[in-house]
């Protein structure tokens, strides 16, 4: 099974495209991602929306540590350990993941990994056994 987690950023949405793109490299990681996904999972998720004093949610100090542990938890294919409660103080949209409870992944591809706007964002490659 191949699963791809990618973010449910509105400006990914073509008509935010225009110009001057305000988010091309993750709009690339994220074409790629579901090109090799195939007909397999997409999960849409991002970490938490309050990097910064201009994020969505402002600052809160908490945020990078809990990014880094999702971003670690992401890199080793197993998120058994998710702390939800936080995840929602954040602002972190990780409903998606839940879904992938028990689905451990034997090869992991970060193709994007940044915080544009205050809000940390995953472009990730999961292939699972079965």
Known sequence: ?????VPGVPALRPEY????????ELRAAVAEATRWLGSGRLVVANGSAK???KAPGYFDDRAAAFDGALGAALRAGD??????????ELWADVAGLTELAG???????????DAPY???YWVVRWQCTP
């Open 79 to 88: 998120l058994s350990g998710l702390d939800l409660s936080l995840a929602g």
């Open 17 to 24: 495209a225009s110009i001057e793109d305000p988010v091309p």
């Open 51 to 53: 990097r910064t004093e």
């Open 118 to 120: 205050g809000v940390q």
């Open 103 to 113: 689905v451990r992944a034997s090869e992991v591809q970060v193709d994007y990994d």
């Open 1 to 5: 099974m191949r699963v791809a987690i």
